[in-house]
């Protein structure tokens, strides 16, 4: 049987919960760099908000793709040997993205080279679910997502906010793209701390695909997992607004030092967000806590919407509306990894990942449009109507769906009655 999907792979013990922290703090490197500290250079470069807002949807676009390679992950070769593989193709990626002309006609090379190094970053994101489902002891998830998304949180910041700040006070691009991908590669060497396995025999491959693919079919029929999934794909909770702040800012007089050091700070608030949302789940539902945060984004939204154009209120509000974006973040982590249970974890969290990923990349090319045509408070209010619409549609999904499921379990009884 394929080493992914082997129930004895449970067993592993020795990959440390800390060593998450640094496997995604690396495949998230590209959502920071890409969202804030391009988003602001390309801008200030001349490039037109909606091509900016292009290339940043793009990032987005590949994570969403996350569920074509997680079967191949699951199937063969070992998930030290993919991690490898899809950081070295995000680290080139992002490298070339940093060094290549920023102007209008570059954009298109822009977009492929964002998008090729985020479907690196994508892979490598896939084997760390793997790694994290089958070596990690049951009783040690809990702090193994902890650390995965604090990680992930502090690389948007941190890795945004550095790199801007090295583009901002050095000469030349090549020396801050390779500060910036040199910190990206040394925090993805924390696979050496995965357990090595032998990959699977190649003759297995299509046993160990078809193994996987039957396990999410079975995982997506039930009323859990289309919840789950209609629950990933609206834009409710998504956060949206965070990727698209180095747009923005100038127009709250927001100076390039300033939107580094949010980076910064950033990175402290929205631990604070992901150890508050662990909190919060302990004491309500997951679920509850889900729509509880996700009102409160979106009423930091139109705060942010109708605030004064100063800095201090940007920062201000800013900080709140990321950590609340990350406590929703680890919310809909912890829906997923409880739900999703053994078997092909990995697949059946890439795919609700990616459908994750895909609710940040089109409310992104929509509000990047909205703000081209109508202006940055048009935005805004479609970043909080967005998601207002989108929990209406998960209301209308629920209702629907226990109708569905309670017709389908009173269907067997009345066949039975009737014969």
């Known amino acids: 049987m394929a080493v992914a999907v082997s129930p004895a792979d449970n ?38 908000v909606h091509q900016a807002a292009g290339i940043i949807a793009a990032t ?16 063969c070769l070992t998930r030290r040997l993919w991690y490898v593989a899809g950081s070295t193709v995000m680290c080139a990626g992002l490298a070339a993205l940093l060094i290549a002309p920023w102007n209008t006609a570059a954009v298109p090379l822009m977009t492929v080279l964002a998008f090729s190094s985020s479907s690196g970053a994508a892979i490598a994101a896939v084997a760390v679910k793997g790694i994290m489902a089958y070596d990690v002891p049951g009783a040690q998830l809990g702090r193994a997502s902890g650390y995965y998304t604090a990680g992930g949180t502090f690389a948007k910041a941190v890795g945004g906010a550095g790199t801007l700040w090295l583009l901002t006070h050095l000469s030349g691009r090549t020396v801050a793209a390779t500060l910036s991908v040199g910190a990206a590669a040394l925090a993805g060497s924390a696979i050496l701390l995965a357990l090595p396995r032998r990959p699977a025999p190649l003759r297995e491959l299509p046993k160990a695909l078809f193994s996987a693919l039957v396990d999410l079919w079975a995982f997506a029929r039930t009323r859990n997992g289309v919840l789950i999934a209609v629950l990933c794909v609206i834009p409710f909770g998504a956060g949206t607004e965070a990727g698209l702040i180095g747009l923005i800012a100038r127009e709250w007089a927001v100076s390039p030092d300033q939107l580094a050091s949010l980076g910064a700070l950033g990175a402290v608030t929205n631990i604070a967000g992901a150890i508050f949302a662990g909190w919060l789940t302990t004491r309500i539902s997951p679920w509850n806590a889900y729509v509880i945060l996700g009102w409160t984004l979106i009423g930091v939204m139109l705060g942010l919407a109708f605030s004064p154009r100063t800095a201090m209120y940007f920062l201000v509000i800013e900080l709140l509306y990321r950590a609340l974006a990350t406590a929703c973040y680890a919310t809909l982590l912890g829906i997923v990894m409880k739900a999703i249970g053994r078997g092909a974890a990995s697949t059946k969290a890439a795919t609700l990942w990616s459908l994750a990923n895909l609710a940040f990349a089109y409310p992104t090319l929509i509000e990047g449009s909205v703000h081209d045509r ?46």
Not at 60 to 74: C, G, I, Q
Request: glycine share 12%; proline share 6%.
């Open 60 to 75: 987005s676009l590949a994570f969403t793709l996350e569920f074509v390679w997680a079967p191949m992950v699951d199937a």
């Open 374 to 419: 109508a202006g940055t408070l048009a935005m805004l209010l479609t970043d909080a109507g967005l998601g207002v619409a989108g929990f209406g549609v998960l209301m209308f999904a629920a209702r629907l769906l226990r109708l569905r499921f309670k017709l389908l379990a009173s269907a067997p009884a009345t066949a039975s009655a009737g014969g």
């Open 11 to 48: 067993r592993g013990r020795t990959c440390p919960p800390f060593a998450f922290f640094f496997l995604h703090a690396c495949t998230a490197w590209p959502t920071g760099v890409v969202g804030l500290a391009l988003g602001s250079s390309l801008v200030k470069a001349g490039v037109p």
